[in-house]
């Protein structure tokens, strides 16, 4: 059983950035594809980052393109979502998740994912 634990999140300007952290715990880290969601108010929760168990590859949404970047830590157990040019649409509970996988392939949909943390408040004001 595998425990996330996210941090970082809070109140922010448009154009601000914001550094998001998850603390794994409960499983070899290693081992698992991390991914971050959010869910926006009334919309369902969406992808917006992943990265593979050694972290070669990452995916990232459209939306977050160009302004979002996934790493990870493996010998700290820790995933980060840093995010720059903040915007209001970025505003959201965004959620850390880990799916144990023997190859390194991404996975974009929130099904996928078998662990979730309790998520974190992402406020972007105009």
Known sequence: QVQLVESGGGLVQAGDSLRLSCAASGGTFSRYVMGWFRQRPGKAREFVAAISQSGSKTDYADSVKGRFTVSRD????????????????????YYCAAVFR?????????????????????????
């Open 74 to 93: 493996n010998a700290k157990n820790t995933v980060h979502l840093q995010m720059n040019n903040l915007k209001p649409e970025d505003t959201a509970v």
């Open 102 to 126: 023997i190859t390194e392939v991404l996975r974009t949909t929130s099904k996928r994912y078998d662990y979730w943390g309790q998520g974190a408040q992402v406020t972007v004001s105009s």
